[in-house]
């Protein structure tokens, strides 16, 4: 394909835990108060450093440390992951958090944070030689909150750590994603930033500027589009395996501030695989909510970790809405920052949700399927078929390694980790089988 096309994603898990940590001397747990929260600041990040705790010697192994925060009230956030200093160094151990809701002023159950975060750009890539990277557990979506504590557990020294088994300079990110578009449904919109101009005009094929949305398209149709916007001689039977073009909710439509990112978009050559995954976010969330947590994401992404911008390629949510990630191109082979050494030519679908043990939704495998079958479509993939792609290096294959693997993939195919949960991994199967029957193979 040669004026068009994508890349692929990483996401990750979390499980129970109690950790047995103390707080500082002299802290004590804020108590609830339900005076009304304060007004939101729209698209803004609370980064407040750990400290240390102290920790039972029968409950923590000797080479540990403990790290945390003290119950507090802070502005208003919805969505918190931890980072540190050092891009290349991995927190082996534990987090938990706990919020107060920003409605009633009651602090929630102890959450656990994904502390092991593989949705990762490649050692080397622009997103890491930006010189901003740091590390970072997987965020957690938490909804409307006002108060925030934190206490983190290493499990002894490994790597790259400091040498109390803590990675150095953790903190606390909390982020507010700001308010969604004032109109919901906006067919396009005339007033455009440059940024906003660059990030839709890559979708031009598709839909006008500054468009919410990429609407579905039928079989036939998509097929003639296909061969019109890649410069193909011939009639739609020149691209007879293609799958219907599925709606595609723009970033425009989800509310993403262009001036975050970095200008440039990056691409790859074509796209040969799709990484499916969970993002760890909680399954605690409403379709409605979904625009805010993209703008969390996004935010925690590139302010947070200091990636050039959101990681995967496209998101999935429970209701089976397909939403477009890193800017690009929806058609594109863009190079996201999801699948640690095979984010060149693949592209990444985050299903947004924790699928280790809940099963994934009817509609979100469904629509993992629409949108394989019309993306692998443009490339000429075989979403049934075998790939072999050259790994970047990972805990599981070797730099340089050629790796065979199905097209569609799970982030566990590519790398030791859970993601994208065992009960979503589980029907990756039945969406192979799905997207090529939608591609009329």
Known sequence: MRALLASSIGVACTAALALPLALPSGATAA?????????????????LPLEPLKTSARAVPRRSAAAGLAARDVKPFSLVGIVWDDAATEFHGRAQVRTRNAGTGKWSPWQDIQTHNDDL?????????????????????????????????????????????LPRGLRIELVNPGDDPEDENPKSRTSLSPEESASSAVNAEF??????????????????EA????????????RPYIGPRPRIVTRAGWG???????RQFLYTKTVKAAFVHHSATGNNYTCRQVPSILRGIYRFHVKSSGWRDFGYNFVVDKCGTIYEGRAGGVARPVMGAHTLGFNTNSMGIAVLGTYSRSEPPTAAVGAVARLTAWKLGLFGINPRGKVTLVSGGSNKYRKGANVQLNVIS????????DCPGARLYGKLGAARWSSAKLQGR
């Open 227 to 238: 061969d019109e916007v890649t410069g193909t001689s011939g009639s739609a039977a020149s």
């Open 256 to 262: 993403a501030d262009e001036k975050l990112r970095e």
């Open 121 to 165: 750009p490649d050692p080397g890539s622009p997103d890491r030689r930006s010189g901003r990277a740091r590390g970072s557990t997987a965020p957690l979506w938490v909804g409307d909150s006002i108060g925030v504590q934190v206490r983190a557990l290493a499990e002894g020294s490994h790597g790259r750590t400091s040498p109390g088994g």
């Open 410 to 417: 799970g982030h566990r195919d590519g790398f030791v980790t």
């Open 207 to 224: 839909a006008p500027l500054g468009a919410a949305e990429i609407t579905a398209l039928g079989k036939e149709a998509t097929a003639a």
């Open 31 to 47: 108590h609830p108060n339900p005076a009304a929260p304060t007004p939101q600041v729209p698209g803004s990040t609370q980064s």
